[in-house]
């Protein structure tokens, strides 16, 4: 398949369009109808209902396998460009906020850096089509276990850091004295829902045999103060590594004893690293 038509496809199903998909890529309307038609004619399927504007069932099924294939053919693009280009131009890292801690902002450059804090998932495609030269992912995983990773792109992931995780309550919490809790004890309470801020309820959810943990408030952002604020103020619990969630204002941090997990932290990158990315590569996976 012509990949300038399946990108075309791909923005009219996503726009229900084809004048806003013709305003957005920069053709005529006219264009958008012919690359459509050629896509069409080539898999010998209609892909779309033309009032309303929708996929049909040949074309949900093409969708499926057209976000990867063009994500993989821009991963291609960027890697070539990327060993074509000048050397050193400094360093962008993309990073989930949890992956953040305080050993890895000791070890940034001093100048020359660009730091963008992405929602986890957004992480390995960042660095896949060069809109990072480094990525940090995290999640929660029993100790030494690697995480699981989308398969965008070829990736080279390695091991960044490991450390305990705890269960941040406010300080007035009837369990917020105890030494250590237990998961699973906690699968009824009220959680906050903070995909991109803490760590995943679907990561508790699965070290708990996929049972549990409603969602009481959800938050959609990256910001950690505002998500330790809510645990603060209860409107719900939440799960960070041990050295985030240790004297957050007007909460405790309880570690977690059972089952036997870590927060775990991985670097992402495509091809060898170089420069200011192989420098701080070495250093925090050393």
């Known amino acids: 398949m012509d990949p300038h038509l399946l990108r075309t496809y791909v923005t009219v199903a996503r726009l229900a369009s084809f004048s806003e998909a013709a305003r957005e890529l920069g053709y005529t309307q006219s264009a958008v109808s012919q690359h459509i038609q050629a896509l069409e004619l080539d898999l010998g399927a209609p892909l779309l209902t033309r009032r309303p504007v ?55 450059p001093a100048a020359g850096v660009t730091l963008r804090v992405l929602a986890r ?14 990525g940090l992912v995290d999640g929660l995983a029993a ?44 699968a009824d309470a009220r959680w906050l829902d903070a ?27 990256t910001d950690l103060h505002t998500l330790t604020s809510l645990a603060a103020a ?17 909460t405790a941090a309880v570690p977690v004893i059972e089952p036997r997990v870590v927060h775990r932290t991985e670097l992402v990158h495509t091809g060898a690293p170089r420069g200011a990315a192989a420098r701080l590569a070495d250093v925090l996976t050393g």
């Open 121 to 134: 998932d957004a992480i390995p495609a960042a660095v896949a089509t060069g809109f990072a030269d480094l």
């Open 234 to 250: 209860g409107r719900g619990l939440t799960l960070l590594p041990r050295s985030m969630a240790t004297g957050a204002p007007g």
């Open 54 to 108: 929708a996929p049909t069932a040949a074309g949900e099924r093409l969708l499926e396998h057209a976000g990867p294939l063009l994500l993989r053919l821009d991963a291609a693009r960027a890697d070539v460009v990327r060993m074509a280009s000048a050397p050193e131009h400094g360093l962008t890292l993309a990073a989930a906020p949890t992956a953040l801690a305080a050993r890895v902002l000791a070890a940034l």
């Open 143 to 186: 100790p030494s276990d690697p995480l699981r990773l989308p398969d965008v792109a070829p990736l080279t992931t390695r091991g960044a850091g490991e450390e305990p995780v705890c269960v941040l309550l406010p300080a007035g919490h009837p369990l917020a004295r105890r030494p250590g809790l237990r998961l699973g004890d906690l």
């Open 195 to 221: 995909p991109d801020a803490g760590l995943p309820l679907a990561h508790l959810r699965a070290a708990n045999g996929g049972r549990g943990f409603r969602t009481a408030l959800h938050y959609d952002g």
